[in-house]
């Protein structure tokens, strides 16, 4: 089982920064990925960022402000949000994707999530 517990969360004015962490911990095989989810009121839960082998992604609307990052001796999670905007907000989640076998071809498909961290941007 993996434990992920997120951090960092809070109010900020726009154009101000946050900055998230999330601890993994818990018994694996594959690191398929690890990333970072949000749900805005009203909306669906949306992709923000992932990282997996060193490699990277971001959803469009975040990409130049936010950077995710990882301390794998701490088994930590990270998400930089600079330049906040009220549509930032939303409750954040970490989510992995751990495998007992191997990742193979495919997507990032989380199966492991936190409990989720608030993150409110004021104008």
């Known amino acids: 089982q993996v434990q992920l517990t997120e951090s960092g969360g809070g109010s900020v004015q726009a154009g101000g920064s946050l900055k998230l962490s999330c601890a993994v911990s818990?018994?694996?095989?594959?690191?398929?990925?690890t990333g970072w989810y949000r749900q805005a009121p009203g909306k669906e839960r949306e992709l923000v960022s992932n990282?997996?082998?060193?490699?990277?992604t971001y959803a469009e609307s975040v990409k130049g402000r936010f950077t995710i990052s990882q301390d794998t001796a701490k088994n930590t999670l990270y998400l930089q949000m600079n330049s906040l905007k009220t549509e930032d907000t939303g409750v954040y989640y970490c989510?992995?994707?751990?495998?007992?076998?191997?990742?193979?071809?495919?997507?990032?498909?989380?199966?492991?999530w936190g409990q989720g961290t608030q993150v409110a941007v004021c104008s």
């Open positions: 989510a992995a994707d751990r495998r007992a076998g191997g990742c193979g071809p495919r997507p990032f498909s989380p199966n492991f």
């Open positions: 818990g018994n694996y095989f594959s690191d398929c990925g």
């Open positions: 990282i997996k082998s060193g490699f990277t």
